[in-house]
């Protein structure tokens, strides 16, 4: 119920500017089944939004929409029991973990504490 909150609050969102007061809904599909269901929703304001689903709640989707500058977003994500996981280009990405770093983690990987080896 809750990714569900997330996904209209979003688009209501994203319809909230002053000029999508009036946009309409050109296609809306919705096919909910036993074992899952599938959903699209296209708007005159270029907002669209595709998700299927299956019975133990596992959520595959994307939405997209133009920003005021016109500038074109897509998000694709997946919802599961590990969370909600966004992908997209306008999402920020994290910086890379430095070499050193990633050497000393395998040091400690090959060579554990005393303490660890007793377990």
Do not use: C
């Not at 699209?40 to 959520?59: K, M, P, R, V």
């Amino acid at each position: 119920m809750f990714k569900w909150l997330l996904f209209v609050t979003l688009i209501a969102f994203v319809a909230a500017d002053d000029g999508d007061v009036h946009a309409e809904v050109k296609s809306w599909k919705n096919d909910v089944r036993h074992d899952g269901f599938d959903y699209n929703l296209e708007t005159s304001n270029h907002i669209s939004e595709q998700a299927s689903g299956d019975e133990h709640g596992n959520i595959h989707g994307s939405f997209e929409f133009l920003t005021p500058e016109g500038e074109h977003i897509k998000v694709n994500y997946v919802a599961d029991e590990h969370g909600y996981h966004p992908e997209s280009d306008v999402l920020p990405k994290p910086h890379p973990i430095p070499e050193a770093i990633l050497k000393s983690i395998e040091y400690i990987k090959a060579h554990p504490s005393k303490e660890d080896s007793h377990h």
